[in-house]
């Protein structure tokens, strides 16, 4: 007697599992299908919203563009300082060794 299976159970085992893999993929699409309706009808709130909290949110969004836009900004500013900083003390190292070299 094998421990093998037999062709008709492994048959049946391939078949549970194409059978479980359909059905979390049917539940995987009900999920993505709910969480893009749920995005549409929040779409569809802010479309009916009075044009004043439009507004509102409109600003509030840019406000955080501008507070984004310029802590960049800033950040770039560090940057440049920093590397000129760097070069100026690089030029004065390498004007020290010229004068150790004399």
Not at 10 to 35: C, H, P, T, V, W
Not at 79 to 96: H, I, P, S, T, V
């Amino acid at each position: 007697m094998s421990t093998e299976p037999t062709n008709e159970e492994l048959s049946a085992g391939y078949a549970r599992q194409i059978d479980a893999a359909s059905r979390e993929r049917q539940a995987n699409d009900l999920k993505r299908l709910e969480r893009a309706g749920k995005a549409a009808a929040a779409m569809d709130e802010l479309a009916e919203e009075p044009t004043q909290e439009k507004a509102g949110a409109r600003e509030n969004t840019h406000a955080a563009q501008d507070k984004a836009r310029d802590a960049e900004t800033e950040r770039s500013a560090r940057k440049l300082d920093l590397l000129e900083r760097f070069k100026e003390k690089a030029a004065r190292d390498r004007e020290q060794e010229r004068g150790r070299g004399r």
